[in-house]
């Protein structure tokens, strides 16, 4: 079998160039269809503004300090937390999947997941993480 030596040449300009084509086609498509779909909701839609429609919003009430003020360290525990345990969960999709094939040894593996979890949720209610006080 005999193969184009100047094609595999990485110091050939078209060997780049073929490489990585298809991710500069696909970037451009992106970015196209990206500006083309803002450009048509910037110039459709109806530009209107009045002191109610610019003014903050919080769950219908008036707001009532400034938006800048820094939150409470809490409310980033909590969404860290949150984000953690989600993602976690996430590995019980692949696992029900595929529970016939892993057989005695995938079920107890999740079994120790599921009480590793829940060593970690005990931890961070006894610390008090949970609590809004």
């Known amino acids: 079998m005999k193969f184009n030596n100047n094609i595999l040449n990485t110091n050939n300009i078209y060997y780049y160039y073929n490489e990585f084509s298809n991710f500069f086609f696909y970037f451009l498509v992106l970015f196209g269809i990206s500006f083309l779909i803002l ?26 300090t400034d938006a800048r ?8 525990l909590i969404s860290i937390l949150f984000i953690i345990f ?3 969960v996430v590995f019980f999709f692949p696992w029900a999947i595929s529970f016939k094939q892993l057989f005695f040894f995938g079920y107890y ?4 997941f599921i009480i590793i979890l829940l060593i970690g949720f005990v931890y961070e209610w006894k610390k008090g993480s949970l ?3």
């Open 39 to 64: 450009g048509l909701c910037y110039i459709i839609t109806i530009k209107n503004p009045y002191n109610e429609k610019n003014s903050g919003y919080e769950c219908g009430f008036d707001p009532f």
């Open 69 to 76: 003020e820094p939150f409470y360290v809490k409310f980033y």
């Open 86 to 88: 989600d993602v976690e």
């Open 109 to 112: 593996i999740m079994y120790i």
């Open 131 to 133: 609590d809004w006080d």
